[in-house]
């Protein structure tokens, strides 16, 4: 049963720390997604990428957010410094995109991320 | 600005009483709208893509049906392990609406 997986499920830190979030897609998924959700908020998207290319990350603050698809079968958010406002849960996502439309997303279990 | 609007907000019912969601959306040449279901502590589970006004999806219980306007989720006889917050989105921009949460009570 192909999933989503995410690494760590939860993360306390203090502000200021680096935190690195990891996601491993589904094998064959050519789209990758990461999402944040809080309960003012919602879900959002922070950024995608497409057969490994950075797509899309006008969702996350550019200044302290990053992420990198190094190789097809890992993805990474990482923050640095980290603020109490990055206090979320955060979803990875993947499928498989063809002709612009992604027709299925299957999330990981969110890593829930709490910063002091 | 594209908006994806979910009603209600929250959603009791008796088992066996069958409802509607709303998902309305303001977006230019929608690509795809989504409905998820998400249990708490768990990340969005998918449950359909629509493409087209006049389509109809079903799925036991479910059926999603999509307008140009907007989307309605039907659940006809529920019973209590429906009880989640389901989720829409559309494919442009992957905006969510801010989810219905249901409770189905025994």
């Known amino acids: 049963d192909a999933r989503v997986t995410q690494t760590p499920r939860h993360k306390v830190t203090e502000m200021g720390q680096e935190v690195t979030m990891r996601c491993q897609p589904i094998?064959?998924?050519?789209?990758v997604f990461w999402y944040r959700q809080t309960m003012m908020q919602g879900l959002e998207l922070l950024a995608y990428?497409?057969?490994?290319?950075?797509?899309?990350d006008s969702g996350m603050p550019k200044d302290r957010f990053s992420a990198e698809m190094p190789d097809a079968t890992l993805a990474t958010l990482k923050i640095q410094p980290s603020e109490p406002r990055d206090s979320a849960v955060y979803f990875c996502?993947?499928?498989?995109?063809?002709?612009?439309?992604?027709?299925?997303?299957?999330f990981g279990p969110g890593t829930r991320l709490t910063v002091l | 600005e594209d908006q994806v609007t979910q009603s209600p907000e929250a959603l009791r019912l008796q088992e066996g009483e069958s409802s509607s969601l709303n998902c309305s959306y303001t977006?230019?040449?929608?690509?795809?709208l989504f409905w998820y279901r998400q249990d708490p502590g768990k990340g969005p589970e998918f449950l359909f893509t629509?493409?087209?006004a006049g389509e109809e999806k079903e799925k036991e219980r479910l059926k999603a049906t999509l307008t140009k306007k907007e989307s309605f989720l039907h659940i006809t006889a529920p019973k209590p392990e429906d009880s989640a917050t389901y989720l829409c989105?559309?494919?442009?921009?992957?905006?969510f609406g801010a989810g219905t949460r249901l409770t189905v009570k025994p």
């Open positions: 996502a993947s499928g498989f995109t063809l002709g612009g439309s992604t027709d299925t997303q299957y």
């Open positions: 094998l064959g998924h050519n789209t």
């Open positions: 990428f497409r057969n490994r290319a950075p797509l899309d």
């Open positions: 977006v230019s040449g929608l690509r795809g």
């Open positions: 629509l493409y087209s």
């Open positions: 989105a559309v494919d442009n921009d992957m905006r």
